[in-house]
């Protein structure tokens, strides 16, 4: 009996050309999963192909509902933003894929696992990691890791074994997407003084076309996580679809953004993220009025080390898990709503309210009511300051040769 290998498919022409090209140089039966996390595509179709092509068994998963509960929701609690602009839809699901490459070789019995990325990028190891962390035993391969193929050798080698060839002109784009977001890199992108021409775009409308008025949503949020819109309680999938739409229908979301890749390169990558954008301003614009000033200063060193690790591939690593059970206490009082204003490429916040707001109007305001003692101020000022007082007594006009 031959050995078995679990593909990531998607149905394309690299990850097609693959299960003939492990067929042929491993001689393995290859298994396609394609896995849903939210791409707008034709999941049977994309099965029937994976057999077409090859495969011995196609299978689809839609992981919608895993991807917004166990990534999505934390990477909002967390207010995670990879160098604070990319808010990591490409970087989070590749975990979850890993996951369920090694889920589906162990209910098949397979001993090996493959996926499409090349070894120049961040998800070839995102992957590699991820699959080891959960399964070492696994082999893992990466056919375009290996195989050295230009495009046209690729569509050589599709022509000799008869695959079909995607009859829509290939795009010059490389693009991953998910319902988080949609990442977009290659072709004139890779000039980083040249403005991304308008059809790159695909869950955004250009500001210049979008509707005069604005539109204003309110994001109900319980401990941290998005629960319903203007008033409807809605589940994540629905809720994350919904507010892409509003604020894509508005221009919100384009990210242009310069990064560092976990391989050493830099790179140039456009994003487009309406839900991401939104969600994310929403959550923070709560946690302001929820915590305390020393809780958001510490929340900023957690965000940053959880952007980072998601961004490299450690997700199945103890930090994680560690972080996700400061960042789970720390949202027990992130509750309430933010009314957020969506107008002509802009997200911006003009509400928020909460039953655990630290907010005290009677201490805030300048007008009849006021309750805070401003004489107190003169002796808080002394004591704060009497450090700087004395280091300029002694040290100042004082200074050492
Ligand atoms: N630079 C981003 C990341 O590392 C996006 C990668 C997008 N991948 C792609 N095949 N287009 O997460």
């Not at 994001?219 to 739409?245: C, H, Q, T, W, Y």
């Not at 965000?303 to 591939?313: E, F, P």
């Amino acid at each position: 009996m031959k050995e078995k290998v679990v593909l990531a498919y998607s149905g394309g022409l690299d990850t097609s050309v693959a299960i003939k090209w492990i067929a042929e140089t491993y001689g393995y039966d290859v298994i396609a999963l394609a896995i849903d996390i939210g791409m707008e595509k034709n999941y049977p179709a994309i099965q029937q192909r994976g057999l077409d092509v090859g495969a011995i068994k196609s299978l689809v998963i839609d992981a919608r509902e895993t991807f917004v509960k166990e990534y999505v929701f934390r990477a909002i609690q967390a207010n995670a933003l990879y160098e604070g602009e990319y808010p990591l839809a490409t970087a989070l699901a590749r975990p979850l894929i890993a996951k369920l490459l090694v889920d589906v070789a162990h209910q098949e019995g397979a001993t090996a696992v493959a996926h499409g990325c090349t070894g120049k990028g961040n998800d070839q190891v995102r992957f590699d990691v991820s699959i080891n962390a959960l399964d070492p035993k696994l082999k893992i391969i990466a056919p375009a890791r290996e195989w050295g193929m230009t495009r046209e050798e690729e569509i050589t080698y599709a022509k000799k074994h008869s695959i079909a060839i995607p009859v829509t002109s290939e795009s010059p784009y490389s693009v991953d997407e998910n319902l988080w977001g949609r990442s977009i890199e290659c072709g004139v992108l890779e000039n980083p003084w040249t403005e991304p021409p308008e059809d790159i775009y695909g869950y955004t409308k250009s500001a210049k076309d979008a509707p005069d008025e604005p539109t204003y949503v309110e994001i109900g949020f319980e401990k941290g996580v998005p629960v319903s819109l203007d008033g409807n309680v809605m589940d994540g999938v629905s809720l994350i679809d919904r507010v892409a739409e509003l604020a894509g229908g508005h221009g919100v979301g384009r990210i242009d953004n310069l990064e560092n890749r976990l391989v050493g390169i830099k790179s140039r990558e456009i994003y487009e993220a309406p839900a991401a954008t939104v969600l994310l301003k929403a959550h923070r614009a709560l946690e302001a009025l929820a915590f305390s000033r020393d809780q958001q200063r510490f929340k900023e060193i957690v965000t940053q080390t959880y952007s980072n690790l998601i961004y490299d591939g450690l997700w199945f690593g103890s930090l994680r898990y560690d972080l996700d059970a400061y960042i789970g206490s720390s949202q027990r009082f992130v509750t309430g709503v933010v009314r957020m204003k969506l107008h002509k490429g802009n997200a911006v916040v003009v509400g928020r309210k909460s039953p655990y707001s630290l907010y005290d109007l009677s201490l805030a305001t300048y007008d009849e009511g006021d309750v805070f003692d401003q004489r107190a101020s003169l002796g808080f000022i002394h004591i704060w300051g009497l450090p700087l007082t004395i280091q300029a007594q002694a040290q100042w006009g004082n200074q050492p040769e």
